[in-house]
Structure formats: C-alpha cells, structure tokens
C-alpha cells in the first residue's frame, strides 16, 4: 500500500478553504500513485475548534463539506478527521473523529477514546470519548485507526499515566497490521522528536508499521510543527515531511520507500521556524498583512522585527523608533541599522515633548511627590498609544515585544510596551532571545552586535539597565523555568541550589503579576508551559508559600 502523508495548514472554521485545501492534496496523492491519504485530527474544521463547536450551523455545515469531499474526490481513499456526532440519551452528541472514506462512499469511522483535558486541551468540554479504537481492512491491509491521544498512553513518553487504557494494544489484539494516526499535536521545542520516539517504541513493542501524521500551521497562540512521519515495521523512519510548512509525502509501506524532507538541527531553529509560522498565520488569518514593531534598540525588539519580516516581507513591517530625554544615541543608530540590514522602513518619533506635557498636566495631582514608576510608565503608554495610532491609521497590527522572563515577573507596563495585537517572544525567555539573535546571525550580521553585546535596558530613567530592578537573567531564567514551567515548589527551588532570597522574590513577583498577563496580547507557545490557553491561575488569591 502506498499512503501519502497530506501535512496542511488549516483555518478555524474556514470550511470551503480546508476543503478546497483537502481537494488539492489528494489530486497531488493521486499524481504520485497513492492508495490512500492521510490528514491530520478535526482538518476539516481545524484544530482546536473550542467553542465554536456549540455552534450548530458549524457542524451542520461540517457535515455538509464531508459530504462534498466524499461525493467529489476521486482516486485514492482518504482518512481524515472530522466532528462527527453520536447522540445517545445522556453525554455529549459530538466526537472527535476520523472517517474513512473511498470513490463516494464512507467505509469506516472512528472515534477518538482518549479526550485529553489538561494544559492547552479541554476536550472533555466537547466531545463524547469511544469506548474502542477501530480496525478496518482496506486494500487487503488492516488499519488500525487512532487520534493523537490515543497513541499517549505508554510509561516513560507522558507526563504523567492519566488512563486506564491503551487504545494501541486493544488495534494489536484486533489485528490491525498497520497503526494510523491522525494527530493535532501542538509544539513546543523538542515535540516532534517525543512523538518519533513514542513512535519508535510503539513499533519496536508491536513490531507494525506506524504513520502519524501531524497538523502544521498556527491558530491563536497554539503552534503545530507538522513533522508528520512513517516508521517501518523495524523502527526505521521511512518517510519524513517538513517542520512549520505544508507538506506532502508519500511511503510504499511494502518496499519501505518513502520521502525524508530535513529536520531542524538545533533548538533556535526551531523556536525561530515556529515563531515565523505563528505571526504569519496569526496576522494571515486574522485579515492583516502588516505588521508594526517599536525599535527600542534593544534585543527583545531586534528579534522580534527579524521573525516579522521572514513572516510577512520586509515591504510589510515597519519600525518606529521613539526616543525620549533618556535615551543613549547608540539606541537609535543600533535600530536605524538594524533597520537598513533588515530592509524596513524606519522612523523616529521623540516622546519627550509629550513626556514633559504628561508630567506638567499631572504635577497638580501629585503636588510635592518625586518621580519614580508612575513616570517610567508613563513613557511606555506614551510609546503604545504612539504604535496604536499607526497600527489604526495603516491597518497593521502591533507586535509587542516582552519576553518571558520580562511577563513572568511583570517588568512590563499594562497599555504601554504590552499594548498590540500579538506578543511574538512572551514564550521566549531572555537568555533563548539572545541565543536566536545569536542564530539569526550565522550567516550574516542582521542584528547588529552592539545590540547583543549592549547590557539590556529599559532606559526609563537615566543610567537604567534591567539588573536594578531583576536578578541577572542567567540566575532569573532558571528559576522561572522551575517554578513556572515545572512547578516546583519555593523549597524544592531553594534545595536545588538557587538562593532562597531571589527565589522568594521571583516567585512573589510572578504570583502578584497574573493580572498583568491576563490583560496582555496573546502570545505563541513554544515552552511546556506557556502565559496562555494552557495555565489558567486565578488572579484574584492568596495562596503564598514564601
């Protein structure tokens, strides 16, 4: 059997282009001679649908569309996963599905059995779970069909053993000569090699051919890398598509003769790949096609113009510098530079007029008191309503720039340097942003190395840098990785060596600053755990173990 893994990028309800995207990927399988293609989990829809799922027109239309594929394509079967329904008297009528189909008729369906409802998935809001996973035989082989989950269920690939069945072994025990997966597996750095070991184990456990094939492309902050692949029944990866692209494949499972795209060879490329496809298709399929970034001249803003203009064209990112009394010349020459090495469009408008207005309109409400963060403040909402304005007056969509060491402890200002449309690094921790400036600039000076060299500064007040106010960021990082992403506890961080002051003090300021990252742009994943769909904690609490 020759299987063609149709890897594609999807848009959230966009039933007639995921269709039309569906059409054109089997008329491509059935060019190369394919006896069957694979899509990834809910392509129909694309994945996650969340509420749009109590929509009734959603799914009738979604019936609607399965129907037209059904009818229409001709050539070779097509496995695909959609919402399909199964009303009984009590529970959910909906399920996760994936449906067989073949020259106009529906052979086989199957029901995801394992609806993950942990970190960025909530499954069990919307679906009714399969008591079993299907086998059907097709063109003499044995399918045996899962759906992302269904496959997560071995010790030692999952964080944790959360079910109490195994979805593979009951395919194995039914026959199935081959496991198929339909997946819509989110990225963070690392995941596709997980999902290849997982993989891997299955076969070597199994001793059958495994196919998974993954979806690719951004849908709010939740990224998917794709990296769709086939395994031989000896573990050997027989076919690879790419990583953060579109992609179509195609393995001769009796031969074991397939396609093998490149992979990523380090971690910056990943993040910078994944970063590219986020803000592409986050501004894409929001209808912009533009993209305005503040060129503070600092590292967090260089990095972030660079992914915008491999997302979109330098012709459609512009850059505005907005100096005030405090800012060093060498901000603005680094920015302007960085701006001519990246091609965009570069302008300078000073706040310090509107600063001193500001401070002359406000000085009777605050008779007798010193400057201090009101201040600072001030100059952040002066620069975001700045970039607003232009983001209205030339339909582009703010990037904001905060990184995540930066949100995770509230060195931001709620509408000033938060304010946009999308925060492009909020999952990228300071000393990784340095790491892919670093990266960006392997080939070729893109990001001028004063600005990496440059000790970061918020340049607020005279002689500011970051480390007045913040741990350096080589102890910040991770400490923050420990109690954000792992969720270590004040003492388990402390007996692991850091020191117990800093640690209580990280951890006050991420516990006091929720309601700050509640109120900031969404941002794209690329960490096991990121500021967004997946950490849910209550702003309003006073649970404090420091």
């Not at 964080?159 to 597996?185: C, F, M, R, T, W």
């Not at 001249?297 to 972030?304: M, N, W």
């Not at 990280?506 to 994943?525: F, H, I, M």
Request: some cysteine; hydrophobic content about 40%.
């Amino acid at each position: 059997m020759k299987i063609a893994l149709a890897q594609i990028n999807p848009t959230i309800g966009d039933l007639r282009g995921n269709s039309r995207k569906i059409e054109e990927a089997c008329l491509s399988a059935r060019r190369e001679g394919a006896d069957l293609v694979v899509f990834s989990e809910l392509v129909l829809t694309g994945y996650p649908p969340r509420d749009l799922l109590y929509k009734p027109d959603l799914i009738s239309e979604g019936e609607k569309a399965l129907e037209f594929l059904v009818e229409g394509i001709q050539g070779p079967a097509v496995l695909m996963g959609h919402v399909g329904r199964r009303p009984g008297e009590t529970g959910k009528g909906l399920t996760n599905s994936a449906v067989l189909f073949h020259q106009g008729k529906i052979l086989a369906q199957a029901d995801k059995v394992l609806l993950p409802s942990y970190d960025v998935f909530d499954e069990t809001r919307y679906f009714r779970a399969a008591d079993h996973p299907v086998v059907f035989e097709f063109s003499g082989v044995r399918l045996g069909i899962t759906i992302c989950e269904d496959i997560w269920n071995f010790p030692g690939y999952y964080d944790q053993d959360i079910y109490h069945y195994n979805p593979v072994k009951d395919l194995v025990q039914a026959g199935a000569e081959i496991i198929l997966n339909v997946s819509a597996s989110p990225f963070r750095v690392g995941r596709w090699q997980t999902r290849r070991e997982l993989g891997q184990y299955i076969v070597h456990q199994f001793k059958l051919p495994f196919v998974l094939v993954n979806q690719v492309g951004g849908n709010d902050d939740l990224l998917f890398d794709g990296h769709s692949f086939a395994l031989s029944a000896s573990g050997e990866v027989i076919a690879q598509a790419k990583g953060f692209e579109e992609d179509l494949v195609c393995v001769d499972m009796e031969t074991g003769k397939g396609e093998a795209r490149p992979i990523p060879q380090c971690e910056e490329e990943e993040i910078f790949r994944a970063l590219v496809m986020g803000v592409r298709d986050y501004l894409h399929k929001c209808g912009y096609h533009k993209a305005v970034v503040g060129l503070s001249g600092g590292i967090d803003s260089a990095v972030v113009a660079a992914i915008a203009v491999k997302a979109l064209g330098a012709e459609q990112v512009m850059a505005v510098s907005m100096p005030s009394q405090y800012t060093a010349s060498q901000s603005i020459s680094d920015a302007e530079r960085l701006a001519h090495n990246l091609g965009i469009s570069f302008s300078v408008v000073s706040i310090e007029e509107l600063f001193e207005q500001y401070k002359k309109t406000l000085s009777p409400l605050f008779p007798g008191m010193a400057e201090d963060v009101t201040e600072e403040n001030i100059q952040a909402r002066i620069r975001g309503n700045i970039l607003m304005a232009v983001s209205n007056k030339l339909a582009s969509m703010v990037l904001s720039t905060g990184n995540k060491s930066e949100m995770s402890v509230g060195y931001c200002t709620l509408y000033g340097d938060m304010a946009g449309g999308l925060s492009v690094i909020s999952d990228v921790p300071k000393m990784k942003v340095y790491a892919l400036a670093r990266w960006i600039n392997r080939g070729k000076e893109i990001i001028p190395q004063a600005i990496i060299e440059r000790p970061p500064t918020a340049e607020l007040r005279p002689n500011q840098t970051d480390q007045d106010s913040l741990p350096p960021y080589e102890v910040l990082d991770p400490i923050l990785e420990g109690y954000v992403e792992k969720h270590w506890s004040v003492e388990r961080l402390i007996e692991e060596g850091y020191d117990s002051e800093i640690v209580r003090q990280v951890a006050r300021k991420v516990d006091t600053n929720e309601y700050k990252r509640n109120q900031a742009a969404p941002g794209l994943k690329v960490t096991a755990k990121a500021f967004g769909s997946g950490r849910r904690n209550p702003i309003a609490q006073k649970f404090r173990k420091y």
